[in-house]
T-cell receptor, first 115, second 111 residues
Framework: DSGVTQTPKHLITATGQRVTLRCSPR?????VYWYQQSLDQGLQFLIH???????AKGNILERFSAQQFPDLHSELNLSSLELGDSALYFC??????????????FGNGTRLTVT | GENVEQHPSTLSVQEGDSAVIKCTYS??????FPWYKQELGKGPQLIID?????GEKKDQRIAVTLNKTAKHFSLHITETQPEDSAVYFC??????????FGTGTRLQVFP
């Protein structure tokens, strides 16, 4: 168990809808990262927050947004969903600001299916 | 931009044989190279990592080598066991806030 909790585990929704994915980092970790993993694809970096502030953006669509709250949990909001958004969404946390300074610990992901 | 290429995409070995997975990276400022193992239905788990000031690191049956000049690094698993079957990801990080992953290698170890 990595200590990172993601909810829900599974989510099925229709095109055009909006969903919110939630991540609770390990106790003491200030960094939260979001990654998208499509079928047979690698892990695509979406966004990184550190102690409530956005630190880096990857290939995140404008329809997607995220935030990290004062209690350090994070939410990823996906709107105007398309079939191609179906994927596994992972959250990872670490204690340090930079990914090179301490390992990332991943949750078990949220599987999003858009029908 | 930063890019990490990983080969092969699939690898099948007999139990007891060795397995090698190779990655190359594009950002010469990269200085941290972790390897993750992802089992079915789970998130990736760190299995070993190496920093740019070291050429090789070993942990029991797992070893990682780094060639900074050529910008490539490799994962070596010796005496493979069926429980080593999983998807393995390499990654590279420079002094930015991004950890960029390779596309993964599906390793199957046959008894």
């Amino acid at each position: 168990d990595s200590g990172v909790t993601q909810t829900p585990k599974h989510l099925i929704t229709a095109t055009g809808q909006r969903v919110t994915l939630r991540c609770s980092p390990r106790s003491g970790d200030l960094s939260v990262y979001w990654y998208q993993q499509s079928l047979d694809q690698g892990l695509q970096f979406l966004i990184h927050y550190y102690n409530g502030e956005e630190r880096a953006k990857g290939n995140i669509l404008e329809r997607f947004s995220a935030q990290q709250f004062p209690d350090l949990h994070s939410e990823l909001n996906l709107s105007s969903l398309e079939l191609g958004d179906s994927a596994l969404y992972f959250c990872a946390s670490s204690v340090a600001l930079r990914s090179a300074e301490s390992p990332l610990h991943f949750g078990n992901g949220t599987r999003l299916t858009v029908t | 931009g930063e890019n990490v290429e990983q080969h092969p995409s699939t690898l099948s070995v007999q139990e007891g044989d060795s397995a090698v997975i190779k990655c190359t990276y594009s950002d010469s400022a990269s200085n941290y190279f972790p390897w993750y193992k992802q089992e079915l239905g789970k998130g990736p788990q760190l299995i070993i990592d190496i920093r740019s000031n070291v050429g090789e690191k070993k942990d029991q049956r797992i070893a990682v080598t780094l060639n900074k000049t050529a910008k490539h690094f490799s994962l070596h698993i010796t005496e493979t066991q069926p429980e080593d079957s999983a998807v393995y990801f390499c990654a590279a990080s420079s002094n930015t806030d991004k950890l960029i992953f390779g596309t993964g290698t599906r390793l199957q170890v046959f008894p």
